[in-house]
């Protein structure tokens, strides 16, 4: 029993901030600032990936974090 309460422990406080934390939109400033367009930075990443399997599927997964439709 003691030795599955550390790991009890560290599983509560993972919990613990997931449910605290905000989730990240793009009209927040998320990686960009808060007055710049995280959209466009985005897309400029998107934009130098050059394998387009690659770049579709990092497109895909800003599209789910941020809500940019690139």
Known sequence: MRKFTGA???AAMMAGVLGAAR???????APGGPNR???AFLGGIVMR??????????????????????
Do not use: E, W
């Open 8 to 10: 009890f422990l560290v």
């Open 23 to 29: 989730p990240a939109f793009a009209d927040a400033g």
């Open 37 to 39: 367009s995280t959209c």
């Open 49 to 70: 990936v050059g394998n387009a399997d690659a770049a579709a599927a990092l497109s895909a997964l800003f599209n789910n974090l941020f809500g940019c439709d690139l």
